[in-house]
């Protein structure tokens, strides 16, 4: 029942990442962003931001807005729980500017690919633009949410149940502790639960021999 306390380490610092990604103005915030407008800042704070990504962009997904907040590659925003990077690797592989925005990315004013697609290339560029073919960009900003509960606001300790969902059913034994027991049937019952009673048939296993 002890939390895992690095990844507890990593919720808390995924607070930060989130905020870089709202619409909310802080002081802070603006001198990041002053900064470095694509987080590739060299600060210690931008080191820890470049370190957090990962992790926070597997805990949420994203209903795309304005697109200027979202990965194209990176993010999930498109696809359900697959992001376009491992969804199409042929054509990630020709993309010039990794770290675009959607908005960019949709803009199409710029060159996004090299020029002389694979022919795997080419396939999966037919299959990204028949996806987008239905999706547009709207006004408001884009909106995070933790990947576990699409409409739960992202929190610390939400990000850490998304990194470690608890099953419904009973089968980790902590419901023994939950029961209302004595203290000692309960622990009785946890050493059971994991095999750990001093019984004849565990001895061997502790090199013991009668």
Request: proline content about 5%; aromatic content about 10%.
């Amino acid at each position: 029942g002890v939390k895992n306390f690095e990844d507890v380490n990593h919720c808390l610092l995924m607070k930060f990442v989130h905020k870089l990604h709202e619409p909310t103005q802080l002081p802070w915030k603006s001198w990041f962003l002053s900064q470095s407008a694509d987080l590739d800042s060299d600060s210690y704070l931008g080191q820890l931001v470049r370190a957090e990504l990962p992790h926070y962009r597997r805990v949420t997904t994203i209903l795309v807005g304005n697109g200027t907040q979202t990965s194209s590659w990176h993010d999930r925003w498109l696809l359900g729980n697959t992001v376009l990077a491992s969804t199409f690797p042929a054509l990630f592989s020709y993309c010039i500017h990794p770290s675009v925005s959607v908005a960019t990315f949709c803009a199409s004013n710029q060159p996004i690919f090299r020029s002389r697609l694979s022919t795997a290339a080419a396939d999966d560029h037919h299959l990204l633009l028949d996806c987008l073919a239905t999706f547009q960009l709207r006004e408001q900003p884009d909106r995070r949410r933790l990947a576990n509960a699409s409409r739960a606001q992202f929190t610390s300790r939400g990000a850490y149940q998304a990194l470690h969902p608890v099953s419904l059913a009973p089968t980790d034994g902590m419901y023994i502790w939950k029961m209302k027991l004595p203290n000692k049937v309960k622990f009785f019952g946890w050493l059971l639960f994991h095999g750990r009673l001093n019984t004849r048939a565990h001895l061997p296993h502790r090199n013991l021999r009668l």
